[in-house]
């Protein structure tokens, strides 16, 4: 936030009055510039204390009295000993006096300063000690809190906020003195989304999207209402929101133009070719690969199953999505789901890779992959998928869009769209919420859980890979086949 001329930030971070003295002034003072320290580090404090004394300057020398010192008027305004009380209101400032004419006056003259300059409401209350908490004390405070939710949703708050911390340091001059909370303001926010719009996207070198600005923001007011909640904040409007709205159509828009994008047949056909898939050295990595080409599930929905979500349901092969285990986590509630288990899976051998595996005394289908990783246990299989599509087919997508293993859902959700699958059906199927991803609107899908059974007749049709040429499944057995 710009300073007034008449506030100066020191490089210990204590905040000085300075008022240039008017030239026909200057002789019988002394003086050309007042500048004395405010004591203080807290902005808003500082900002009061100076409007206090360049107001009382400018009316002593509209009358003529310079009798109080600069010292005398600023132990007064240091220590409140002013005859009128400034009101923070949803409108701008007032005043309440009944000192004298010239206190009247210098009150006046103050609420006109504060609302020209636009400074910030705070409710009148002055700020608690705990408010002079270093921004950074504050973030790693609250990251201790981060402790539920998806995997990767955490790190993303705190990156946002973190992000939020080094721009601030960024535009402050050298100083030893950290950000304090209590200095903090609304404007600080929207100059950081400012500063967001002109920075290029890492992975295509163009403008950020207003919707990534807006989920950073997001994340951001949460921060703020954590330290409202806590007392390391002044309580009132969150300073983070109302910088950046997306719309929901603008939403829809974007993710069509930069979101995944499906794969083609003849890609597919690529894909699953036997010289392809052995590219890809680990079995997981194959694995993670064809059950989201069968099932549209979330790679690490896929990568994090245990042998235990393996389960018969009415004479069905099934696979049971769910949050129960350890290491697991799913996007939505509406992720959880449990879904038939398609015969070309079967065919490849995947039910007796779980029987072989519970032999073995394993509790996890893929026990190789590294479930702590930032990305989730699918974190090795996307790079390998992302390395077969971009070094050894040459397959990339069209304009700002993006491919890899999140694009089988969206071939799979195409799929069943385009045969003609009942919305219902596809939800139960690929666990969406509210149908969001399926269709152009945005209406609920309500009703009873669809069994294993009808889930097979209705959607496996329109998922017959091997009809398609897509998937060989004699051809590709062995690739499946214990080492």
Not at 97 to 106: E, I, P, R
Request: hydrophobic share 40%; aromatic share 8%.
């Amino acid at each position: 936030m710009r300073l007034p001329n008449y506030l100066v930030l020191s490089p210990t971070g204590v905040y000085h009055f300075r008022w240039k003295v008017p030239k026909r002034f200057q002789g019988p003072l002394g003086l050309k510039v007042v500048k004395r320290s405010l004591g203080t580090r807290d902005a808003r404090v500082a900002h009061l204390q100076a409007l206090v004394l360049a107001s009382r300057y400018a009316v002593a020398l509209q009358g003529g009295d310079m009798a109080k010192s600069v010292d005398e008027l600023l132990r007064s305004a240091q220590k409140g000993q002013v005859d009128f009380e400034v009101v923070a209101g949803p409108h701008g400032y007032t005043v309440k006096t009944d000192g004298s004419a010239q206190d009247n006056a210098a009150a006046l003259e103050t609420v006109r300063l504060l609302n020209a300059q636009g400074v910030a409401s705070v409710g009148g209350a002055p700020l608690s000690a705990s408010t002079r908490i270093a921004l950074e004390m504050a973030v790693e405070k609250w990251s201790k809190t981060l402790t539920s939710g998806a995997r990767k949703t955490p790190g993303q708050k705190l990156e946002a906020v973190k992000a939020f911390v080094a721009w601030k340091n960024s535009t402050r001059k050298r100083s030893p003195a950290r950000v304090a909370m209590g200095d903090l303001s609304k404007t600080d926010c929207a100059e950081w989304v400012i500063s967001l719009k002109q920075t290029p996207a890492a992975r295509t070198g163009k403008p950020l999207t207003d919707s990534y600005i807006e989920t950073k923001t997001r994340w951001l007011s949460l921060f703020f209402d954590w330290a409202m909640a806590a007392g390391y904040y002044p309580k009132g409007d969150n300073i983070a929101r109302g910088h950046i709205k997306v719309s929901k159509k603008a939403k829809r828009l974007q993710s069509k133009k930069t979101g995944w994008q499906p794969f083609e047949v003849a890609q597919l056909k690529m894909i699953f070719a036997f010289p392809a898939l052995k590219a890809m050295r680990r079995q997981s990595s194959r694995w993670v690969a064809m059950i989201a080409l069968y099932t549209g599930a979330r790679s690490n929905e896929i990568a994090q199953l245990e042998l235990a979500d393996f389960k018969i349901v009415d004479g069905v092969k099934c696979i049971h999505i769910t949050t129960e285990g350890a290491d697991k986590s799913l996007k939505t509630e509406a992720s959880e789901r449990t879904i038939p288990i398609h015969p070309d899976l079967l065919a490849l051998g995947l039910w007796k890779l779980v029987e072989r595996l519970q032999d073995d005394g394993e509790s996890k289908l893929f026990p190789n992959l590294t479930f702590d990783a930032k990305n989730g246990p699918a974190n090795g299989p996307q790079k390998a998928f992302s390395h077969l599509l971009s070094d050894t087919l040459k397959i990339a997508a069209r304009g700002d869009g993006r491919i890899g293993l999140h694009s089988f859902r969206k071939t799979v959700i195409q799929r069943m769209q385009d045969g003609l699958v009942g919305k219902e059906f596809r939800v139960a199927y690929v666990g969406h919420e509210g149908g969001r991803d399926l269709d152009d609107d945005h209406s609920a899908v309500y009703g009873k859980k669809v069994s294993p059974t009808v889930l097979a007749a209705q959607c496996f049709p329109a998922l017959d890979w091997a009809n398609l040429g897509v998937v060989k499944v004699a051809a590709l057995t062995p690739l499946f086949a214990p080492a």
